[in-house]
């Protein structure tokens, strides 16, 4: 009789764990492959502040000096005034690749009055004569008017000069340069200064001349007589000509694009006053 029942127990504990082991976990749900629930988006945000802005597009640069440009399109939802100089967080989809779209620019500090107005002859206030700038490399230069491919989009722009416009000497086609202007750049625009940031080396380097700022062993930055500052790349290959130090005037011979994260090619003290 003992056995019996045993045996019965043996055979009862078989089938619980055969059961069970048919049975599906709780891990392993049953899922509808036609809907598998809620897509969460991927998305980020960057800080940073207006450094150039045209028609489409919007460049911001982060407090480490890193710029990032976005196209601006009619779905992009804007809070607030994003002016030249302005502090903005800048929200897109995804993993950051120059141009992409921005799905919302939140303005979290206006720039002041004086960062949106550069020195130069005094223009009406109304919204359509604002002076902003554009930055790229001169593909023409005539008496008129000078031609400029914007490194924001690429595009060219064709800005026109007057007796007002000031502009530098040494500029020629290659230059880097740049543009403030009057108007909307897309329906003709007027230029009230044109400064030169770097010279054309050859097909690959600019040389840039300008005053250091701060200096490591990995990077450089300088103010150029545009008075912005443009940080530079350092590596093993970086000719450093004599000992130098914040507050010397330099000439940095470099690759890249100059708002974008060149790289120094050759740093030398500049023996002459900035142009």
């Known amino acids: 009789m003992k056995k019996l029942i045993s045996l019965s127990l043996i055979i009862c504990l078989a089938l619980a764990i055969g059961l069970s082991a ?16 809620p897509q969460i988006p991927d998305t980020a945000t960057v800080t940073g502040v207006v450094i150039e802005a045209s028609e489409g597009a919007v460049s911001v640069q982060a407090p480490d000096g890193t710029t990032y440009i976005f ?6 939802k804007i809070d607030g005034k994003d002016d030249l100089g302005s502090t903005v967080e800048v929200k897109y989809s995804g993993n950051y690749v120059e141009k992409t779209n921005a799905i919302e620019i939140k303005v979290v500090k206006e720039a002041a009055p004086e960062t949106t107005t550069a020195p130069g002859p005094e223009i009406p206030a109304d919204k359509e004569h604002v002076i902003k700038y554009i930055t ?3 593909i023409g230069d005539t008496m008129h008017n000078v031609q400029v491919k914007a490194r924001m989009n690429g595009e ?13 000497e040494n500029i020629v086609v290659g230059s ?8 909307n750049i897309k329906d003709g625009v007027m230029a ?23 200096s490591t062993t990995n990077s450089i930055i300088v103010t150029a007589k545009d008075g912005f500052n443009y940080t530079f790349k350092k590596t093993d ?3 450093v000509t004599a000992s130098i130090s914040i507050g010397d005037k330099v000439s ?20 002459v006053a900035v142009r």
């Open 192 to 214: 009230t200064k044109v400064i030169l940031i770097a010279d054309p080396v050859d097909a690959e380097k600019h040389l840039l001349i300008g005053t250091i700022v701060d």
């Open 176 to 183: 880097v340069v740049r543009v403030w202007h009057t108007g």
């Open 252 to 271: 940095i011979t470099y690759t890249g694009d100059v708002t974008d994260g060149p790289t120094a090619v050759k740093i030398a003290a500049d023996l």
């Open 136 to 138: 790229g490399t001169i």
């Open 71 to 76: 196209t601006v399109g009619s779905e992009t």
């Open 156 to 168: 060219t722009y064709t800005i026109l000069k007057n007796d007002k416009t000031v502009s530098d």
């Open 22 to 37: 048919c049975a599906k976990t709780p891990t392993e749900p049953d899922l509808d492959p036609m809907n598998p629930g």
């Open 237 to 239: 290959k970086t000719e």
